[in-house]
């Protein structure tokens, strides 16, 4: 079985700051690690995954992830906010090779981004 | 391409009522999922159909929820009877392999 751990439930950041949304799961099998990102009143929309190779993953919007075995991270990096990053963001796992994909999600991280 | 579709946003119902809710995955899409979100709680995985077929149920709560997936094609999930700790955000995925395509949401409200 797997697990996801997002240990902020919230996050302030000034505008044109940089900001780390932090994400660590547990799995006794390989995973495929997702970041989605909920705006108010709107479906999640996938920011970027990692499914194997380059542990370094870019996604839209300038946002960027890395993979760390080790330590069972995922950490989801912008090197500078914006205003339009204000939203709830979602780190999900899925058991890879299983064949249903399912998704384990964390309890969400909600970014407030200040002027 | 449209994208998944669910029906209807927003629901009030009264406990002991029954409530249908539909969802309309990416044409070609064969996996469709469901999902819940319980207030101030994470998003938790109901079932998996592939095709018109479930795959997964293991997320389903009780069998008050029941989840059809006519022709392969659009799905409902029906609660009957509704209670309050059912009420929450409902999200429908679909996919045709691991990335999956998340709808707006129903919000459920039982009161």
């Known amino acids: 079985a797997q697990s996801v751990t997002q240990l902020d439930s919230q996050v302030p950041v000034f505008e044109e700051a940089p900001v780390e949304l932090r994400c660590n799961y547990s799995?006794?099998?390989?995973?495929?690690l997702f970041w989605y990102v909920q705006y108010p009143n709107q479906g999640l929309q996938l920011l970027l995954k990692?499914?194997?190779?380059?542990?370094l993953v870019k996604g839209i919007n300038g946002f960027e992830a890395e993979f760390n075995k080790s330590q069972t991270s995922f950490h989801l990096r912008k090197p500078s906010v914006h205003i339009s990053d204000t939203a709830e963001y979602f780190c999900?796992?899925?058991?890879?090779?299983?064949?249903?994909?399912?998704?384990?999600f964390g309890t969400g991280t909600r970014l407030k981004v200040l002027a | 391409e449209a994208g998944v579709t669910q029906f209807p946003s927003h629901s009030v119902i009264e406990k002991g009522q029954t409530v249908t809710l539909r969802c309309d995955p990416i044409?070609?899409?064969?996996?469709l999922y469901w999902y819940r979100r319980v207030m101030g709680k994470e998003i938790k995985f109901l079932l998996h159909?592939?095709?018109?077929?479930?795959?997964?149920e293991s997320g389903m709560p009780n069998n008050r929820f029941l989840a059809e997936r006519t022709g392969g094609t659009y799905s409902t999930l029906k609660v009957q009877p509704a209670e309050l700790e059912d009420s929450g955000v409902y999200f429908c995925?679909?996919?045709?392999?691991?990335?999956?395509?998340f709808g707006p949401g129903t919000r459920l409200t039982v009161t």
């Open positions: 995925a679909s996919s045709h392999n691991y990335e999956q395509y």
């Open positions: 044409s070609g899409h064969d996996n």
């Open positions: 799995s006794s099998v390989s995973v495929y």
């Open positions: 159909f592939v095709k018109e077929s479930k795959q997964d």
């Open positions: 990692y499914l194997s190779g380059s542990t």
């Open positions: 999900a796992v899925s058991a890879a090779g299983s064949g249903t994909y399912k998704y384990i």
